[in-house]
């Protein structure tokens, strides 16, 4: 099946640094999605992208999508305190999972003050 | 505007009892899914329907069923508890499969 994979797994950074966490999908995706989940919270969307080669910006993330789509980034810069949580990539599957998302393991921020 | 809604947000059971964990949204939204998460192992997919009326299985369903009861509502029932089954469960909604999820406060479910 379809695996969604992201590293690193956990990054600690001293506040004011940049942060990137990367996501690799097995199979061609039609779309990835990007979502922050804050401890102790609930995932929460932030961005989808469907374009091979795109790249959005919301205020310090940038989101790229690979040309194969078959990748994802997700940059922070200078990062805050309130950018701590964890970060997750997903995916649509293919073929019989195809009405299923496929959540990569996440990423862990956690930012030193 | 509230969302996705669950209930209980906390429960203790004991290995070999049964409960139904509530999910209800108030989005319109034709699809909803349960997941399971677990430290290290991120979102795991238990059921999901696609629309009212359907129900799929996902990655874990093994021990859980589900009911679509209406559109804004899907329930998990777990017939006889698990400790393995000690997990935090969100249930998620979203317009259509594939699309972006918003997913509830979830449940924290301890089985002894």
């Known amino acids: 099946g379809q695996q969604v994979m992201q590293i690193p797994q956990y990054q600690h950074v001293q506040e004011g640094e940049d942060f990137t966490t990367y996501c690799n999908s097995s199979?061609?995706?039609?779309?990835i999605q990007w979502y922050k989940q804050r401890p102790g919270g609930h995932p929460v969307f932030l961005i989808q992208?469907?374009?091979?080669?795109e790249v959005k910006k919301q205020k310090r993330l940038t989101f790229q999508f690979g040309e194969a789509k078959k990748n994802s980034s997700l940059h922070i810069t200078a990062t805050q305190t309130t950018d701590v949580g964890t970060y997750f990539c997903?995916?649509?599957?293919?073929?019989?999972?195809?009405?299923?998302?496929?959540f990569g393991k996440g990423t862990k921020l956690s930012v030193i003050p | 505007n509230a969302g996705v809604t669950q209930t209980p947000k906390f429960q203790v059971l004991k290995t070999g009892q049964s409960m139904t964990l509530q999910c209800a949204q108030d989005?319109?939204?034709?699809?909803m899914y349960w997941y399971r998460q677990d430290p290290g192992m991120g979102l795991r997919l238990i059921y999901y329907?696609?629309?009212?009326?359907?129900?799929d299985k996902g990655e874990v369903p093994n021990g859980y069923n589900v009911s679509r009861l209406n559109k804004r509502e899907f329930s998990l029932r777990l017939e006889s508890a698990a400790p393995s089954q000690t997990s935090v469960y969100f249930c998620?909604?979203?317009?259509?499969?594939?699309?972006?999820?918003?997913f509830g406060d979830g449940t924290r479910l301890s089985i002894l």
């Open positions: 998620a909604s979203s317009i259509r499969t594939n699309q972006p999820q918003h």
């Open positions: 199979t061609t995706l039609s779309n």
């Open positions: 992208l469907v374009k091979s080669g």
């Open positions: 997903a995916g649509p599957g293919s073929g019989a999972g195809s009405y299923q998302l496929t």
């Open positions: 989005m319109n939204h034709n699809s």
């Open positions: 329907s696609a629309s009212e009326g359907t129900t």
